[in-house]
């Protein structure tokens, strides 16, 4: 028996891709409020890396066998949703403040 098949790193992985799925429809949500278009791509990008991180490191316990792509997949979505997060969050506030 290895350590994937153990039912608490089984549980761990299932809450994982739940608790990222749960990220992305929440994200989703964000569209349907009454804020500006910034602000909605903002929280959708924000729920959106999450949930994506934690699908990714859910996947990780599951096939431990490819590591490698999946902690690069990790690292890219880290880098990228978050500096697109700090640009749509820039773009969303007025020009006049500090």
Known sequence: MTWTELPLVDGISNLCLGGGMVFWFWGTTQLLTRRSVLFKLHGLSVSDTLGSLAIVFGL???????????????????????????????????????
Do not use: H, R
Request: proline share 8%; net charge negative.
């Open 60 to 98: 990780l316990l599951k096939i431990p066998n490819e590591w490698p792509l999946l902690i690069l997949a990790m690292i890219c979505l880290a880098v990228w949703n978050t500096m697109l997060g700090y640009v749509l969050a820039y773009c969303s506030t007025s020009g006049d403040q500090p």
